[in-house]
């Protein structure tokens, strides 16, 4: 593999990537926040919107690069910045199009491709289900883990009743007396 087909390979792993966290987002959000049902036939279609938005990016990145070659050509003097192209850039903008180019074409067959939209699918659902696992897990063990199990618990315990006097208690205080409070006017 050459050059230019690395960095497609790279720029293509990259926006698939980018495809998966948003359909990811997407089935968490209509799942769990919307109450639906995982409906995979209903994500493929969001799948091959997420592909097509980001092959729209790397082509809007690869007219970016002709724009920019165009204006370095015969430019001979210093730079004066990063993204002041001279004319010794040409070639390089021209391959950087080119990658550009490739990496939109690539995820533009892939948006058309039945099973590599299946394929995105089921990686974001499992996405979604290992960050839903993931948070369960850490708030059954937070929520039911007893003292032995919880190394800190010796040094935190006198900071957790003082917390327990001076806040809830309190706050439990004040609640009764607005609660005697309602029962006497009423």
Known sequence: MGRTADAIAEGVAIATAAARLTLKNQILVGTIAKGGVFDS???VDDARQALLAMAAESEQAADAMVRLRKRARGRYSDPAGTHDYRDR???NLRRRARQYAGVADRLKAMAEDP???GVLVEDARQAAWADVRGNLDRRLVVESMRPE????YATMREARMQALRLVDLQA???RQRAKRKREAAS
């Open 41 to 43: 036939d209903k994500y």
């Open 149 to 152: 199990q919880d190394p800190d």
């Open 172 to 174: 439990l205080s004040s």
């Open 89 to 91: 850039d040409v070639r």
């Open 115 to 117: 099973e590599k939209l």
